[in-house]
């Protein structure tokens, strides 16, 4: 589950963003409820690929982000929104074991301080930081084709 702080700032957030009521913002949420599952990277795409696909045939609207790779996002796996048939929103993450002990370890200790930071030289160099330890991470075979 979301911590309540991070919850409270993800809904102020949207608010100030998109200019809605903080009621509008915690409707739209998906990743309040959150699961992470891990595939040996042999085994990644393919795996993460028929999760989604099942729980597609099974009526649940999926939404795909990969991430794996991706040139503004230092984050490596594949997240997923989904809507269950019964109207419940949850997050679905996929990783290797690599990708989230990295992201759960060393990207996030720098990631809070990049958001604590307001000098924009400092959350630049942060940013350098995050990408360069994620690129240290192997990347699953056929995992772009995962949609």
């Known amino acids: 589950m979301k911590s309540v702080d991070s919850l409270a700032r993800k809904i102020a957030e949207d608010v100030a963003e998109k200019e809605i009521t903080a009621v509008q ?79 759960n370890g060393e990207v996030q200790a720098v990631y809070e301080k990049l958001r604590a930071e307001t000098d924009p030289a400092k959350r630049a160099d942060y940013a350098e930081q995050m990408f360069q330890i994620s690129k240290k991470i192997p990347v699953p075979p056929g995992v772009a084709k995962v949609r």
């Open 25 to 103: 913002a915690g409707a739209g949420l998906f990743d309040v409820i959150r699961y992470a599952t891990i595939f040996p990277e042999s085994e990644y795409a393919a795996s993460a690929q028929a999760t989604i696909d099942s729980m597609r045939v099974d009526g649940y609207t999926v939404n795909v982000k990969n991430f794996w790779n991706m040139a503004k996002n230092p984050y490596q796996g594949i997240n997923a929104q989904i809507l269950s048939p019964d109207g419940q929103r949850f997050e679905l993450h996929f990783h290797t074991r690599t990708s989230l002990d990295t992201k």
